[in-house]
Structure formats: structure tokens, C-alpha cells
């Protein structure tokens, strides 16, 4: 079955850029014309959602993140990628990537990788 | 965009309904029936258990239910089991094509 698995630096130093990679296994990252996103959790709080891009590439954004965030898409190595630009300990979390939401997904988040943390400190 | 507002908490003894809402505004919960629900227990990633206000994905058992009205969706968990404590978040589509969660919602069983 498909599975997600995020990958990248633990750890980042502040003003510096985020880059993380979800890798999609099992299945074809264009197959199912399913939307791909980025999603977060800092320790003990909510969840807030970074955008979501189709495998041709268009995507849509978190308003509040949009500024610092850009998401793509590699279709020949079934990835795609996060990055975040002039990062603080406020973007200190775990970072998921998820399968959704679009008309395929139920307009939900179905599929969760098992998340990664990503701290941010000198 | 503003999240969507759950109770901090709410409780049950097993075998009980508990029932979580969350409440939003005409341009999420109120727009369109794109209400969706998590279960996270600690240390492990969210498990969609509703999609689309009401419907339940493959496995989930019936005793999970959600259900909406105007701006506000609720999740009822009927027949409370030990294993139902987690923390609950709702999602919700928006008119201006995003996404936007719950603060999320602590079930105790007692």
C-alpha cells in the first residue's frame, strides 16, 4: 500500500531555510489524481496546514504561511518537497506529509507519513 | 483564516456518547460539507475517522459519527471504549481554498 516517509535536516539554525522531502512508496505520486501537502504540529499544540500541489504543479497555500513557503513536486523521483525560508523556535514542530485534500481523498488528509521534527536553534 | 473552535476537553466512562464540536463560520464549516475528523494518540501521526461531515473511511468503527449544522460540525463517539482516548481534531474546507483545523479536543475515559 502507498506509504509516506519525510526526510531532512532535525535540526535548523534560525534566519536560515527549512527543506524537507516526502517520499511516496507503494504507489505512483501521480496516480489517483491525488493533491500531496505539508502539514505541522509544534510539541503539545494543534495542527496547521502549510498548501497542498497536484502532481502538474499548481498549488494553493496557508494565507498566514504563504510568504516564507513553497511546495514542489519531483514526479520522476516520486517526491515532493517543503521549504520554509527565514525560520524562528516558533517553527520548531514535528512536519507531516499527507496524502489530500482534493475530490479523491474525500477533501481530507487520508494518508499521514509518521512525521518528522524539526527544530530550529543556534 | 481563524481555526475552527473545539472544547479543550471533554470526558466519558466507558460505554457512554460523548459528543465533540467545532465551530466555525459561513466561509469553512458553513460553506461546504468538507468536514473532516482526527484521532491522535501520543507520538503517532493523525487517523482520519471522518470525511465529508459524515462519512467514515474503511475500517473505522460505526460507533464514530459526525454529523453538521450551519457553521458548527460535531463528531459523536458513541459507546466509549478505553481505546478512544486521544485528542480529536476537526477540518474544514474554505472558500478560499484552504485548509483550517481545530485547536483539538482532549477525550478522557474514565
Known amino acids: 500500500q502507498v506509504q509516506l516517509q519525510e526526510s531532512g535536516p532535525g535540526l535548523v539554525t534560525p534566519s536560515q531555510t527549512l527543506s524537507l522531502t516526502c517520499t511516496v512508496s507503494?504507489?505512483?505520486?501521480?496516480?489517483?489524481?491525488?493533491?500531496w501537502s505539508w502539514i505541522r504540529q509544534p510539541a503539545g499544540k494543534g495542527l496547521e496546514w502549510f498548501g497542498r500541489?497536484?502532481?502538474?504543479?499548481?498549488?494553493n497555500y496557508n494565507p498566514s504561511l504563504k510568504s516564507r513557503v513553497t511546495i514542489s513536486i519531483d514526479t520522476s523521483q516520486n517526491q515532493f518537497s517543503l521549504r520554509l525560508t527565514s525560520v524562528t523556535a516558533a517553527d520548531t514542530a514535528v512536519y507531516y506529509c499527507?496524502?489530500?485534500?482534493?475530490?479523491?481523498?474525500?477533501?481530507?488528509?487520508?494518508?499521514w507519513g509518521q512525521g518528522t521534527l524539526v527544530s530550529v536553534s543556534s | 483564516q481563524s481555526a475552527l473552535t473545539q472544547p479543550p476537553s471533554v470526558s466519558g466512562s466507558p460505554g457512554q456518547s460523548v459528543t465533540i464540536s467545532c465551530t466555525g463560520s459561513?466561509?469553512?464549516?458553513?460553506?461546504?460539507?468538507?468536514v473532516s475528523w482526527y484521532q491522535q494518540t501520543p507520538g503517532t501521526a493523525p487517523k482520519l475517522i471522518i470525511f465529508?461531515?459524515?462519512n467514515r473511511p474503511s475500517g473505522v468503527p460505526h460507533r464514530f459519527s459526525g454529523s453538521k449544522s450551519g457553521n458548527t460540525a460535531s463528531l459523536t463517539i458513541s459507546g466509549l471504549q478505553t481505546e478512544d482516548e486521544a485528542d480529536y481534531y476537526c477540518?474544514?474546507?474554505?472558500?478560499?481554498?484552504?485548509?483550517?483545523f481545530g485547536a483539538g479536543t482532549k477525550l478522557t475515559v474514565l
Open positions: 459561513s466561509s469553512d464549516v458553513g460553506y461546504y460539507n468538507h
Open positions: 477540518c474544514s474546507h474554505t472558500s478560499s481554498i484552504t485548509w483550517v
Open positions: 507503494g504507489g505512483s505520486i501521480t496516480s489517483g489524481s491525488y493533491y
Open positions: 465529508e461531515v459524515s
Open positions: 499527507v496524502r489530500g485534500p482534493g475530490s479523491n481523498s474525500g477533501e481530507a488528509f487520508d494518508l
Open positions: 500541489i497536484f502532481h502538474s504543479g499548481s498549488t
